[in-house]
């Protein structure tokens, strides 16, 4: 196994995608290795290796649980809005999540008004039916529950939340994923292309909630106020194709995640089905073992040191989830999956103003999600056909295709 991130520029094209592709589906080895001499400055992003990049890019690579909890704490010092892959128009500029005080906080306050824990709890009821409807569905025998379950439900829930019908589901995902596959041949025109039917999209949707309110997140967001403010038009645009990126791929990849742990631990899985307790510290623990986003971007706002080390005012700087959340100061025996730790620091929502807002939701998914599975099946065995980790992303850590045998008890 490779242990590097960093690339040779002598490597061709097809060769740097196999070697990112590589660290990709096994990241943990390079932070086991890297972590320690962290920080420290790596070319990150070849030349080329992005259609519309013709220079390579650095970043200094955060990955001691420390360091990454101080720089997600420190939005003065790391910029969440001065991105240059951003400003070069490689990836299209986010709201919220792209944003520094005090646009963050006028933004971030009024959103709450829409998205609070009422509207997740309410929606509670229905997410369980729909995940016992497709696990019904989905038969069977040896069954991928990346596609038949894993991407489905999610979608389903995000459509359902901002009232869009549940049928778009597929053009929905094809949405998220031409956004988020960094290490596809996507070009430039095809991104916008996406952004400009997303934003057309919830543009029609916007103005019909204008017109005639509903109960659903988009007439939420047209009518939230917060001291006679409320949010411009491009906002709500802005802030529904965010929530259909940052809250598919990312739960989905979650659910996949704690199947695959499961399928690795039947005894594990017997306990579960006795002890309905401990499910939602399987779930916290996979987040931590196997972080759904392994890693995210800051850019130092003025000169800063970290561990020591001097980071530049504008230089990019990589912040890892993943390998903060497998440092073994933080987290003793790092690589087991165990149940009797302190969960409560992991940072796989992140941490300080920019702490995921859909973390109820994506927690809510996955605990019903699981008990649903764990309801329906006495076992859970691997498939004959392998197990695929996705690689189209450095930044999100799950699975393209995940074969499943599924004997049921009850049908
Ligand atoms: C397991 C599932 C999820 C994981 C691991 C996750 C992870 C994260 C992380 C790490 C951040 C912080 C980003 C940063 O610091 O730059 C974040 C922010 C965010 N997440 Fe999630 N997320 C998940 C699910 C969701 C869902 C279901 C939604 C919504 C439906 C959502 C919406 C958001 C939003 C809007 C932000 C931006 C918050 C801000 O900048 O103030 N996420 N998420």
């Given at each position: ?165 549940g049928e778009e589901y597929p053009t929905f995902k094809r ?64 802030f529904c194709i965010l929530l259909l990126i940052a809250g ?47 890693q995210l971007f800051r850019v130092a706002a003025r000169d ?108």
């Open positions: 196994m490779e242990t590097s991130m960093e690339m040779s520029p002598s490597l061709t094209l097809e060769q740097m995608r196999e070697h990112l592709a590589t660290f990709v589906t096994d990241p943990y080895a390079v932070y086991q290795q890297m972590r320690e001499q962290t920080p420290t400055e790596f070319v990150f992003l070849p030349a080329g290796v992005i259609p519309g990049l013709d220079e390579s890019f650095k970043a200094w690579a955060l990955m001691k649980y420390a360091d990454v909890y101080h720089a997600l704490r420190d939005h003065d010092t790391f910029s969440s809005a001065r991105n240059p892959l951003i400003e070069k128009g490689i990836f299209p500029r986010l709201v919220l999540i792209a944003d520094d005080p005090p646009r963050h906080t006028r933004f971030r306050r009024l959103v709450n008004k829409a998205f609070t824990l009422r509207r997740v709890e309410a929606l509670e009821p229905w997410i369980t039916q729909v995940a016992n409807e497709q696990l019904y569905e989905m038969g069977r025998g040896e069954v991928d529950v990346v596609q038949s379950y894993t991407i489905p439900l999610p979608v389903t829930v995000i459509a359902r939340l901002l009232g869009i019908p949405w998220s994923d031409t956004f988020i596959s960094a290490l596809v041949s996507i070009s430039l025109e095809e991104r916008m292309k996406n952004t400009q039917e997303m934003v057309a999209y919830f543009g029609q949707i916007a103005a019909a909630r204008r017109a005639h309110g509903a109960d659903d997140l988009i007439t939420a967001l047209v009518e939230a106020e917060v001291e006679g403010e409320s949010l411009e038009e491009w906002e709500i645009l802005g598919n791929e990312t739960t989905t990849n979650l659910m996949s995640n704690i199947l695959n742990v499961l399928v690795e631990r039947p005894a594990l899985w017997q306990r579960l089905r006795e002890d309905r307790s401990l499910v939602e510290t399987v779930i916290e623990e996979t987040l931590r073992y196997e972080s759904p986003i392994q800063v040191e970290v561990s020591g080390v001097k980071i530049a005012e504008g230089d990019m700087v990589m912040v890892f989830f993943g390998a903060a959340n497998r440092d073994p100061l933080e987290f003793p025996y790092p690589d087991e999956f165990r149940l009797d730790r302190d969960l409560r620091n992991h940072v796989s929502f992140g941490m300080g103003i920019h702490y995921c807002l859909g973390a109820p939701l994506a927690r809510a998914e996955a605990k019903i999600s699981l008990n649903a599975f764990l309801d329906r099946f006495p076992v859970l065995k691997p498939g004959q056909a392998p197990a695929v980790r996705q690689t189209v992303s450095p930044i999100v850590f799950g699975f393209q295709q995940l074969p499943l045998v599924l004997e049921s008890g009850r049908p």
